[in-house]
T-cell receptor
Framework: DQQVKQNSPSLSVQEGRISILNCDYTNSMFDYFLWYKKYPAEGPTFLISISSIKDKNEDGRFTVFLNKSAKHLSLHIVPSQPGDSAVYFCAASRNTNAGKSTFGDGTTLTVKP | DTEVTQTPKHLVMGMTNKKSLKCEQHMGHRAMYWYKQKAKKPPELMFVYSYEKLSINESVPSRFSPECPNSSLLNLHLHALQPEDSALYLC??????????????FGPGTRLTVT
């Protein structure tokens, strides 16, 4: 049972436009959600997070939205830049599970100049 | 210092060899993690150490043996591995889930090839 799903394996966007990456989860007990970015041959880099008690968190060009009733979160990147091209992982955690994060399969974002 | 370092970057070992992977962080983080990542797959949790004690073992085969000598260091001892264990091994750290902090900081990984 995959508890965190990223249904789009890839996304291609023009530079300057908005990138929207989506993530769905099945476990309503998750209380923290995170996005990581990964370049080839590097470890994932933490990008932005959101607590389950909030519905939006913004950090510069990156905004994460959480819809608890739909068990859905999304990452918006505005404006998209070629350097944003990477694999984006959505992850979810529970505070009663020793900090274990469950990762989605990732979405490869390509931003075209 | 906001970095997690891992050594070696690459490792090739035979199925009868014994080797170790090393991970270090100097951010004062109290939780450290080992992940295994195969190509085009998400990181797969192996072990979690919290305050230098093993808190999660995700049913990892005993040919993988973790060790946390102190709060800054994490080792993964490898023995009698199989070719299917070839993967990128990632170390990560976080401030501590008991502090409400879940963001993990990853090292660059060790690319392991078992021949």
């Amino acid at each position: 049972d995959q508890q965190v799903k990223q249904n789009s394996p890839s996304l291609s966007v023009q530079e300057g436009r908005i990138s929207i990456l989506n993530c769905d989860y099945t476990n309503s007990m998750f209380d923290y959600f995170l996005w990581y970015k990964k370049y080839p041959a590097e470890g994932p880099t933490f990008l932005i997070s959101i607590s389950s008690i909030k519905d939006k968190n913004e950090d510069g060009r990156f905004t994460v939205f959480l819809n608890k009733s739909a068990k859905h979160l999304s990452l918006h990147i505005v404006p998209s830049q070629p350097g944003d091209s990477a694999v984006y992982f959505c992850a979810a955690s529970r505070n009663t599970n020793a900090g274990k994060s469950t990762f989605g399969d990732g979405t490869t974002l390509t931003v075209k100049p | 210092d906001t970095e997690v370092t891992q050594t070696p970057k690459h490792l090739v070992m035979g199925m009868t060899n014994k080797k170790s992977l090393k991970c270090e962080q100097h951010m004062g983080h109290r939780a450290m993690y080992w992940y295994k990542q195969k190509a085009k797959k998400p990181p797969e949790l192996m072990f979690v150490y919290s305050y230098e004690k093993l808190s999660i073992n995700e049913s990892v085969p005993s040919r993988f043996s973790p060790e946390c000598p102190n709060s800054s260091l994490l080792n993964l001892h490898l023995h009698a591995l199989q070719p299917e264990d070839s993967a990128l091994y990632l170390c990560a750290s976080s401030q501590g889930y008991d502090l409400g902090s879940y963001e993990q900081y990853f090292g660059p990984g060790t690319r392991l090839t078992v021949t």
